[in-house]
């Protein structure tokens, strides 16, 4: 049983290593406040094993939107939450 217990607990650790945000490039096209939505031109996103795009993502806090405007270049981090592919961290790039 403890061999079973430590199996699961490397299983759980590896599976959250690779499900890791990683930093994207991104370009605000479009946001839309009222839905918690922003739109996204961005570069391939590992962590998704996405391709570059422009798409339209959530965002997990609704006031991530007040830091960033339309034309924006910025650095994200996209992950599945709920299902749904979710702006986890967004900053303006420098
Ligand atoms: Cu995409």
């Known amino acids: 049983m403890r061999g079973f217990v430590t199996a699961l607990a490397i299983t ?3 599976t959250a290593a690779l499900a890791q945000a990683v930093p994207v ?10 839905q918690g939505k922003i739109t ?3 570069g391939p996103i590992k962590n ?8 339209v993502f959530v965002v997990a806090d609704p006031s991530m939107l007040n ?3 339309v ?6 981090e996209a992950d599945r939450v709920n299902g749904r ?3 986890t961290k967004i900053e303006k790039a420098t």
């Open 12 to 14: 759980a650790f590896s």
């Open 48 to 55: 998704l094993d996405m391709e570059g795009m422009t798409m």
């Open 71 to 76: 034309g924006d270049k910025v650095k994200f």
């Open 67 to 69: 830091a960033v405007k």
């Open 25 to 34: 490039d991104g370009q605000v096209t479009k946001i839309n406040e009222a």
């Open 85 to 87: 592919i979710t702006v």
């Open 40 to 42: 996204l031109k961005h």
